[in-house]
């Protein structure tokens, strides 16, 4: 039987329909190995919602926070307000081809820091890679499959490359 673990990342979308994009950080948690949870809050629709989650994700075991968001796209900015645990903002593109998102999370005033991602699918992505390489500072075997992952993409770019001739 498999010994259920708490979650040590939570991935956060504004809605539902950001599980699309956001989906793809949940899978690298998983392929990892990384106990996550997924939760729908808006920093907008459900603040006080948003700030009780933020403000009790490190009692609970969390210790990285992902947030994907459109639009004015605040979700990582508030949780960040709330908490002093990493947060990771994901630009979401729900209008303007993601850059209103881009700027509302990377522009954190000094004092509130969001590691910002590309905007979409490689941001996600990389927000999972991101915590996972925060996680394996503590893990050493979390370190290892972060290595092996990064010498699987090495081997696979020199295949393509040898295979056009490269």
């Known amino acids: 039987m498999k010994k259920i673990q708490k979650p040590v990342v939570a991935v956060l979308m504004g809605s539902e329909r950001d599980y699309e994009v ?3 950080a949940v899978q690298v948690l998983n392929e990892f190995g990384v106990e996550n949870e997924v939760r729908i809050i808006s920093a907008h629709r ?20 992902i947030a994907g968001a459109g639009r004015a796209a605040h979700l990582a900015g ?8 990493p947060v990771i903002g994901v630009p979401l593109d729900a209008g303007l081809f993601g ?3 881009l700027l509302a999370t ?15 699918r490689s941001g996600a992505i990389n927000a999972a890679l991101l ?4 996680l394996a ?12 992952y990064r010498e699987r993409q090495r081997r696979e770019v020199r ?4 295979a056009k001739g490269g």
């Not at 915590?131 to 925060?134: D, E, G, Q, R, S």
């Open 137 to 148: 500072l503590n893990n050493p075997q979390l370190a290892r499959k972060l290595t092996e």
């Open 159 to 162: 295949r393509k490359s040898s």
């Open 46 to 65: 459900t603040p006080e919602e948003c700030r009780r989650f933020a403000q009790n994700a490190g009692k609970r075991g969390i210790k990285v926070l």
């Open 22 to 24: 956001m989906g793809e």
């Open 99 to 101: 850059l209103d998102a």
């Open 106 to 120: 990377v522009q954190m005033p000094a004092g509130v820091p969001v590691a910002t991602m590309a905007i979409g």
């Open 78 to 85: 508030v949780v960040a307000s709330w908490t002093t645990l």
């Open 131 to 134: 915590a996972v390489a925060i």
